[in-house]
């Protein structure tokens, strides 16, 4: 089948050692949906240079098990069986081939197989899985077969997904079971590359952001992550120098499973100045990962900030920061129901700066001048 494009068949029978090698970007469709539509004794197809040549099969709706019958180079079986379970999976193109040792080559989109940076490989059997559909819907059970070689001392086999969209492997889906090379995989919605793993070192779960943002006199943090095995609680620590660290709140880690998702906390008791936090996850089995580090600057309005005079008698109020601003600040005026009856942002470098309030009616007014963290407020009156 080298350089054709297409080749379509209702029923392909592989027997008495029959065989078709597809390379160079060909790739053979069978239409016809029944499992038996590819029948095999002994003979085999192969695929083994890429993921650019494919067997293609219109499975539809038909929920038999539907065995696709690669072969290796070494003449050893590997199929792959695919079993609608529900909805319209419509065509399904399938491609696989060996790798070296490190697990190159890669897949198109695939760019790694480490575990937080660190190679991965010796825990990965040697072999890719490239697993594309076409139909509106579709979920299935995938059985992933590898060569004996191939597979080598890893053991308690599990498939996984490459996500190109956080560029990281998912977590192991639930429910797989496995022999000494193959794995069998319930529930499978999305596709694209697959490849299998020791259950002792899965491919990495790894976090997709972690923030933290200065607000008001607070520290809000925020944390996504592209799935979880195992996790338990997360931990959220806090150091003024960024070395010895104190935990200061836990979070409860959300189901396992290769969706995100999406975690916030709220330093009530932020320190002022600049100061470190550090993510902590803790598995079921009481193992410590620390996941990443943030920085925060609280900037502090300057000590003792006086408004004067108080109260107001000539519809003049005056602020004298004591020294300059180190950056910009925010004054409010609002009266004891809440409505705001001044607003405007002060520029860094102002020490002085003079407050309009003839119109305002005689009362009292709470005063809020806020940077980036602490604040201050004192109540002025207006006669």
């Not at 200061?248 to 470190?276: F, H, N, R």
């Amino acid at each position: 089948m080298a350089g054709v494009n297409g080749f379509s068949q209702a029923r392909l029978i592989l027997d008495n050692g029959a065989f078709i090698n597809i390379t160079n970007g060909g790739y053979v469709v069978v239409e016809n949906s029944a499992a038996n539509a590819i029948t095999r004794t002994s003979g085999y197809i192969k695929i083994e240079a890429n993921t650019m040549s494919k067997l293609k099969w219109s499975i539809g709706t038909n929920t038999s098990a539907h065995v696709f019958p690669f072969v290796t180079a070494a003449g050893v079986y590997v199929p792959f069986t695919l079993q609608v379970t529900a909805g319209d999976i419509g065509h399904v193109a399938v491609s696989t081939y060996p790798t070296a040792a490190n697990n190159t080559p890669y897949p198109a989109t695939v760019t790694h197989v480490n575990i937080l940076g660190v190679d991965n490989s010796a825990n990965v059997v040697d072999r890719f899985w490239q697993i594309d559909k076409d139909g509106p819907s579709g979920t299935a059970t995938l059985t992933f077969q590898a060569a004996l070689a191939e597979v080598g001392s890893i053991t308690t086999l599990r498939a996984q997904r490459w996500n190109s969209t956080t560029n990281n492997w998912d977590a192991p889906l639930p429910g797989q079971t496995s022999t000494a090379t193959s794995v069998t995989v319930p529930g499978v919605t999305t596709f694209s590359p697959w490849a299998v793993s020791g259950n002792n070192a899965p491919l990495p779960v790894e976090l997709i952001s972690f923030t933290a943002k200065a607000i008001d006199k607070y520290v809000e943090l925020d944390w996504i992550t592209a799935s979880e095995r195992n996790n338990d609680y997360f931990t959220i620590q806090r150091s003024k120098g960024g070395i010895n660290f104190l935990d200061i709140a836990t979070v409860d880690a959300g189901p396992t499973g290769s969706i995100a998702q999406e975690y916030s906390y709220t330093d009530l008791d932020a320190l002022p100045g600049k100061s470190y936090y550090r993510l902590k996850q803790t598995d079921l089995d009481g193992t410590v990962e620390f996941l990443d580090i943030r920085m925060v600057q609280l900037d502090e309005l300057p000590p003792g900030l006086t408004a004067y005079p108080n109260p107001v008698t000539n519809g003049k109020l005056f602020l004298d920061f004591n020294s300059e601003l180190k950056s910009e600040a925010s004054i409010t005026i609002s009266d004891l129901a809440g409505k705001v009856v001044f607003s405007t942002t002060v520029a860094a470098g102002t020490r002085f700066y003079t407050i309009d309030l003839s119109r305002s009616p005689a009362g009292a007014y709470m005063l809020r001048a806020f940077s980036t963290q602490s604040n201050f407020q004192q109540i002025v009156v207006i006669r």
